[in-house]
């Protein structure tokens, strides 16, 4: 079965530093992989995703991921943090064949701080 | 412009009513979702849809209720079977096993 695991509910990090949002995922086939961020009281917006093909990824907002199947991992990173980043980060998996199951992560609080 | 909407924003029901939440989306997609969100358990699927007049369970469907009569509609019913019902709900669409999810604004709701 797919599942989705982000380390660390809460991150903190100063403004104008590097964020690394962790997410690790299980799945018995090639998944298709996804970033999320939501603001308070709100829905989710796509940062960025992966399905095939080049295995960094950029996204909305200065974002980019790099998916790395050996380590079954689909780590967010942007090397410097602002403000307005602060929201909750939430990965996703989507198999890529028989199932239209589509599984988050916990999710992650970032708080960016002056 | 296409999208989901989601309403009301906000519910209030009393225990042992039921409630019905609703979701509608112009985007032509097959698939819908509904996501329930409670603080530090990310978002957990109750119930998914992929084409019309058939639906499956998610992780988390006792006490809940959808049906897919439309492409463009899927409701979710609250029962009162439900324990502990308080939470934002969130419903989303996408096109295709392989594509994103769009989302609605979410409906929050809580037992008085």
């Known amino acids: 079965a797919q599942s989705v695991t982000q380390l660390g509910s809460h991150v903190s990090v100063s403004e104008g530093a590097l964020v690394l949002l962790r997410c690790n995922y299980s799945?018995?086939?090639?998944?298709?992989l996804f970033w999320y961020v939501q603001y308070p009281n709100q829905g989710l917006q796509l940062l960025l995703k992966?399905?095939?093909?080049?295995?960094l990824v950029k996204g909305i907002n200065g974002f980019e991921a790099e998916f790395k199947k050996s380590e079954t991992s689909f780590h967010l990173t942007k090397p410097s943090a602002h403000m307005s980043d602060a929201a909750e980060y939430f990965c996703?998996?989507?198999?890529?064949?028989?199932?239209?199951?589509?599984?988050f992560g916990t999710g992650t609080r970032l708080k960016v701080l002056a | 412009d296409g999208g989901i909407t989601q309403s009301p924003k906000y519910l209030f029901r009393k225990e042992g009513q039921n409630v019905t939440l609703s979701c509608e989306q112009n985007?032509?997609?097959?698939?819908m979702y509904w996501y329930r969100q409670d603080p530090g358990q990310g978002l957990r699927l109750i119930y998914y849809?992929?084409?019309?007049?058939?639906?499956q369970k998610g992780d988390i469907a006792e006490g809940y209720s959808v049906s897919r009569e439309k492409k463009e509609s899927f409701p979710l019913t609250v029962t009162s079977a439900q324990k502990n019902p308080t939470a934002f709900y969130l419903c989303a669409s996408k096109q295709g096993a392989t594509t994103e999810a769009f989302f609605g604004q979410g409906t929050r709701l809580t037992v008085v």
């Open positions: 849809s992929q084409i019309v007049n058939d639906f």
């Open positions: 985007l032509n997609h097959d698939a």
């Open positions: 799945s018995s086939v090639p998944p298709y």
């Open positions: 992966y399905t095939t093909g080049a295995t």
């Open positions: 996703a998996v989507s198999l890529t064949s028989g199932t239209y199951k589509y599984i």
